[in-house]
């Protein structure tokens, strides 16, 4: 097919190789505390990793990622067969930020804080921050967290919208 190849799996195979992953101990723990400063509109994480003993794989380095995230962004579509519609977006990255975990103290810990500047045009009741450890050799992710910077107490809503056929 002019160089394009197929490639069929056995969705099988694939169930098996996940189940097979999700038994694997975890490597690594983290743990994350979350200050929102809206008036200095920043974000302040301090975060704190951890090697596990149970682990008995070889780790290359350890990165850490920190995301703000935004979701319910609307965007007017100016052309095309959707002219005229609204699109709404969840998920969009805002800011990313990469971190080398690389000093561990004698237990095998080690901290970080990180700092966030939030842009003064995004949605503070819409943002939300993820953190995430990969392994720079075998590029796995190790570990995430992730939540809204703002408690919602309508989150039954935030489902709900981001279930919802994003073309109205």
């Known amino acids: 097919m002019n160089g394009v190849s197929r490639h069929y799996?056995?969705?099988?195979?694939?169930?098996?190789?996940?189940?097979?992953?999700f038994e694997k101990p975890p490597v690594v723990s983290l743990d994350t505390d979350l200050k929102l400063n809206s008036k200095k509109k920043k974000v302040d994480l301090k975060i704190s990793v951890k090697k596990l003993e149970e682990s008995k794989e070889e780790l290359g380095a350890i990165l850490l990622f920190a995301v703000i995230f935004e979701d319910r962004l609307e965007t007017?579509?100016?052309?095309?067969?959707?002219?005229?519609?609204?699109?709404?977006?969840?998920?969009?990255?805002?800011?990313?930020?990469?971190?080398?975990?690389?000093?561990?103290?004698?237990?095998?810990?080690?901290s970080q804080s990180v700092s966030i500047k939030l842009n003064d045009k995004w949605k503070e009741d819409n943002l939300g921050v993820v953190v995430f450890l990969q392994d720079s050799k075998s590029l796995e992710i190790l570990q995430s967290w992730g939540r809204y910077l703002k408690k919602s107490e309508d989150k039954e809503e935030n489902k709900k919208e981001s279930a919802k056929n994003p073309v109205r």
Do not use: P, W, Y
């Open 9 to 21: 799996c056995n969705v099988k195979d694939i169930k098996s190789a996940i189940h097979k992953e």
């Open 76 to 110: 007017k579509i100016t052309g095309g067969e959707s002219k005229d519609k609204t699109v709404l977006e969840n998920g969009v990255v805002r800011h990313m930020q990469r971190n080398d975990v690389d000093k561990f103290n004698k237990e095998g810990r080690s």
